[in-house]
């Protein structure tokens, strides 16, 4: 079992930040990976950005240049710097953690991120 808290989420303008961060506990692997998700309202959920234990990093198109993800040491948390934000950044965003040895994804409640024009 593994459980995922997050925070940073709320109100800002266009051109704007704002910072999540999620932190994972209980039975963590060694070999995986943390992001970020983010669902808006009719479309379905999408990848913003993941990270690999060791560093790697992906990022959605649309976020590339404007959002930084990244990881504490030890790696149980995970960060997602996010800069000029646009309107269509609005959306619940949800942390995930994947064991990559167990194949199992797991996610975080969600977090609301609101730009307003």
């Known amino acids: 079992q593994v459980q995922l808290v997050e925070s940073g989420g709320g109100l800002v303008q266009a051109g704007g930040s704002l910072t999540l961060s999620c932190t994972a506990s209980g039975s963590i692997s060694g070999y995986n990976t943390m992001g970020w998700y983010r669902q808006a309202p009719g479309k379905e959920r999408q990848l913003v950005a993941a990270?690999?234990?060791?560093?790697?990093?992906n990022y959605a198109d649309s976020v590339k240049g404007r959002f930084t993800i990244s990881r504490e040491y030890g790696d149980s948390t995970v960060h997602l710097q996010m800069n000029a934000l646009k309107p269509e950044d609005t959306a619940v965003y949800y942390c995930?953690?994947?064991?990559?040895?167990?194949?199992?994804?797991?996610w975080g409640q969600g977090t609301q991120v609101t730009v307003s024009s």
């Open positions: 990270s690999f234990t060791g560093g790697n990093r």
């Open positions: 995930n953690y994947r064991s990559l040895r167990e194949a199992t994804d797991y």
